[in-house]
C-alpha cells in the first residue's frame, strides 16, 4: 500500500513508498493508484454520491443567499426585518424541510 510519493520537479521523477519507508515498483504503485481511482469513480457514479453532491450544492446557494440578506438583520436597516428573518429561516431549514434534493423549493425574497 502507497503511504508516501515523491515527486522530483526538477527530473520529473515520482517514486513511491509504503509504509516502512520501502520504495514500491512503479507499476505495482501504479496499478494500485489505477484501481483506487476506479473505485472513486465508481463511488462518483452511485446515486447516494450524486445526491450528496446535489445537497452540497444547495447547501452552498443557501450559504450564498444568507450572506447576501446578513444587512437586512443590521441594527440601522429600516425595513421589515421580520419578514427577512422568516425568508432566512426558511432557507435554513430547507436540509431539514425537503427529504430529496429534488423536492428543494427556495422561499422568495420579501
Excluded: H
Aim: glycine share 2%; proline share 4%.
Amino acid at each position: 500500500m502507497i503511504a508516501r510519493i515523491e515527486n522530483n520537479i526538477q527530473t520529473g521523477q515520482i517514486k513511491y513508498f509504503d509504509s516502512n519507508n520501502s520504495e514500491i515498483e512503479k507499476s505495482l504503485a501504479e496499478a494500485e493508484i489505477y484501481e483506487k481511482q476506479q473505485a472513486v469513480i465508481r463511488d462518483q457514479q452511485s446515486p447516494a454520491y450524486i445526491e450528496q453532491q446535489k445537497w452540497n450544492e444547495i447547501r452552498s446557494k443557501r450559504n450564498v443567499l444568507l450572506g447576501l440578506s446578513d444587512w437586512t438583520q443590521l441594527d440601522d436597516y429600516r425595513g421589515n426585518k421580520e419578514t427577512w428573518a422568516i425568508y432566512r429561516q426558511e432557507l435554513r431549514d430547507i436540509p431539514q424541510t425537503f427529504s430529496t434534493s429534488e423536492s428543494v423549493i427556495w422561499p422568495s425574497k420579501p
